[in-house]
């Protein structure tokens, strides 16, 4: 539950480009720690920063988002909300030292004061620990701390301050911990990837200048030189440089990056330059859709963390009754207080939220962005894998495999050559593909004038006063009016082998076509088994491809099954129907046709280079072009979800054991508390330890 807004009354004072310097007021009733105030801020979408100056009663907020303006900036502010009391209790905890301080200060010097000086000084010291008590009781009821309070109030009553001020300072210790570890889950994945910089060089009317990174817009030259971060996603245009791609990828080597390879945001340059033609920029960056993934991690619930919240508030009671019988059966008091120090709420409720973020961090590292943690959830429960072709198992990366000249004057290598002449300024990737088997001919370059690209059709130039044509069938036959029917046999016999076809035409003839393939991934095999061994009972391959090619790829990676020759549609009617025999189904793809079975899946993964629909319809979205990563969410989902039953075994078992003990009257009030917290402390580390990244 909260409590109305954070902020009574809220202005600007000063306003500048990406920062914003507010006077403030908080209503009455919520926190007043900078600290609480500017993590509180910091969690805001866009917010980069922000510093609290409680005397002036001020905040300046710096904000990287070029979409938020101050106004939207200042209307989510003032929407603050007051946090629930938990989080008010461990923002105190983890934020103000102060309480912890001085019932550190009452535990050492109690015995040093007059006995009359006793009583009040330990009750002012147990102040915040009544406060918290009575406002969680008001809110939830009985409830953890509501049993911490009664503990204090009987060894208060039994006169016996060392153990109410030893009661008080494990409290405050505790939670001190506790939502320290918890907010350094939080902190990982919210710093992930922190711009490095706030400004890019980009060229702009053939001048390198420096520009914010908010003004960066898709189609601009960026330039990253040696030790910058690269501030956008796009492809290389020119020069040559080793890239670390550790933070987006996990790799720990560098890559050489040259023209026309891809690059991302968050990279960076090790050694060289690099001019890189913007395709994402700002909110669209991998960088930037971590950060929004992260935003809604740090707020989702699991079905998993909402049944540890049930099961911590249905124990509540029955520790307050066992409480209750070891009173009645020994008389003694002291055992009451000892069982009240002992509960399952802390541990059970903060270790599966933090197991799960400092998952999803680890999985960021690795190069794969999972949306929620009820994502890791139903991706530990997938047992049936469906798999799209083109992209995903194979590598999206076309080939040359067949280049045939019509026109004795030329040769294979000069029809290849001819075409890459006018293809060599874009960045399609039958363009790519037909630029790079050029240059392993190391052929002549054909002279040309400008060159003009047809959208879906292909691209179209003059060379020695004769208009080529490079493209589809379609651009070929009917818009150029070229006649294939003389090499219709070759045509077909190149398509039924599953190749794709760039047709050239020169001086108003069929020149030759060259035969393009899109290879299967190196590591689709092994990640098939991978799968198995992660305990996927079946995985299928569908795709709008040929049976024969579907057929030949499904026995060469041991599928269990495949479907083809499917639209969409298809592809949606059968995921359903799996689903509703009970298949738990993780649906990995890239395309648009993907997007509707990747939302109706159990999960959807989509491939690094999807359809912006695909990626944003997915579960999961893998900014590395492995597919080797599906295997490891998955591990790392099952590795999460274990680790989570641990958690709640050892918080059963340990505290079951501490609360027998202490109801037996083997543990003193003290002892009790010392062991609960120090248990629940070494659990949440155990939560947050992630699993050691796979060696390959």
């Known amino acids: 539950m909260t409590g109305g807004p954070w902020f009574s009354a809220l202005e600007i004072a000063h306003r500048t480009r990406g920062r914003v310097r507010l006077r403030y007021r908080c209503r009455a009733g919520a926190p007043t720690a900078p600290k609480a105030i500017e993590r509180a801020l910091e969690n805001l979408p866009g917010v980069t920063r922000a510093r609290v100056n409680q005397a002036a009663r001020s905040v300046v907020v710096n904000f990287a988002d070029a979409e938020t303006g101050v106004e939207q900036l200042v209307g989510r502010v003032a929407g603050l909300p007051v946090p629930a009391v938990s989080d008010r209790v461990a923002a105190a905890a983890a934020n103000d030292t102060r309480p912890l301080m001085a019932s550190l200060a009452t535990l050492l010097g109690t015995r040093y004061l007059p006995p009359s000086a006793q009583l009040p000084i330990t009750m002012s010291a147990a102040t915040p620990v009544f406060k918290h008590a009575f406002e969680d009781y008001r809110e939830n009821g009985v409830s953890s701390h509501v049993l911490e309070a009664l503990a204090v109030s009987i060894s208060l009553a039994r006169r016996d301050y060392t153990a109410a001020n030893t009661t008080t300072f494990m409290l405050a210790l505790g939670e001190y911990l506790e939502d320290s570890i918890a907010r350094r889950s939080d902190d990982l994945l919210k710093h992930l990837l922190r711009p490095a910089s706030d400004e890019v060089w980009v060229v702009r009317q053939g001048q390198e200048v420096s520009i914010a990174a908010e003004d960066v817009v898709v189609g601009d030259t960026v330039i990253v030189g040696s030790g910058t971060v690269v501030p956008v996603d796009g492809t290389v245009l020119g020069g040559e440089a080793t890239v670390n791609q550790a933070a987006m990828t996990g790799e720990s080597v560098a890559v050489n990056k040259a023209r026309g390879d891809a690059v991302l945001s968050g990279t960076v340059v090790e050694e060289g330059r690099l001019s890189v033609y913007a395709e994402q920029v700002g909110r669209n960056t991998a960088a930037a859709r971590i950060a929004d993934y992260v935003e809604q ?141 050029a240059r392993a001919t190391q052929g002549q370059h054909f002279d040309h004038q400008e060159v003009k690209f047809i959208v879906a059709h292909g691209v179209a130039s003059v060379i020695n006063g004769k208009r080529i044509v490079v493209g589809s069938r379609h651009f070929i036959e009917d818009d150029e009016g070229i006649d294939i029917g003389a090499h219709v046999e070759v045509v077909d016999r190149l398509y039924r082998e599953g190749k794709t076809l760039l047709y050239i035409g020169y001086g108003g003839a069929l020149l030759g076509v060259i035969a393009l ?134 918080t059963v078992g340990l505290n079951t054991a501490i609360l027998a003990a202490a109801a037996l009257g083997v543990l003193s009030p003290i002892t009790t508390a010392m062991l609960h917290n120090g248990s629940t402390i070494a659990i949440l580390l155990n939560a947050l330890r992630r699993k050691r990244k796979r060696t390959r």
């Not at 540890?308 to 055992?335: I, N, Q, T």
């Not at 999985?363 to 929620?372: C, Q, Y």
């Not at 492995?626 to 989902?637: H, Q, T």
Request: charged letters at 25%.
């Open 297 to 437: 991690s740090l707020t989702a619930k699991s079905e998993a963390q909402l049944n540890a919240c049930r099961r911590a508030d249905r124990l509540v009671p029955s520790v307050l009754g066992l409480a209750g019988l070891a009173y009645l059966v020994s008389g003694d008091w002291g055992r009451a207080a000892s069982v009240l120090q002992a509960d399952y709420s802390c541990a059970l409720k903060l270790a599966t939220p933090v197991a799960f973020k400092s998952a999803m961090y680890g999985a960021g590292r690795s190069g794969i962005l999972i949306k929620g943690a009820s994502t890791l959830e139903r991706l530990a429960e997938a047992d049936t894998f469906i798999f799209d072709k083109t992209g995903t198992l194979t590598a999206g990366k076309l080939t040359v495999t067949d280049s045939i000249a019509f026109d004795n004057t030329y040769s294979a290598e000069d029809l290849i050559c001819l075409a890459a002449s006018v293809e060599e300024h874009y960045f399609h990737p039958l363009a790519l593909a037909v630029v790079a088997a």
């Open 517 to 650: 393939k899109d290879e299967v991934r190196g590591n689709s095999a092994a990640t098939v088994r991978r799968l198995r061994e992660l305990g996927a009972r079946r995985i299928l391959l569908l795709t709008g491809d040929h049976h024969d090619r579907a057929e030949e790829m499904a026995a060469a990676l041991g599928l269990d099954g495949f479907h083809a020759e499917l639209l969409p549609e298809d592809k949606v009617r059968i995921v359903d129907e799996l689903s509703a025999k009970g298949a738990r189904i993780a649906f990995v793809g890239d395309g648009i046709n993907d997007a509707p079975a990747l939302s109706g899946a159990h999960v959807g993964i989509a491939m690094k280079k999807g359809a912006d629909i695909a990626r944003l319809t997915a579960d999961v979205a893998l900014l590395e072009d492995d597919i080797e990563r599906v295997a490891e969410a998955k591990e790392l989902a099952d590795a999460a979800m274990s680790r989570i039953g641990t958690n709640y075994r050892l």
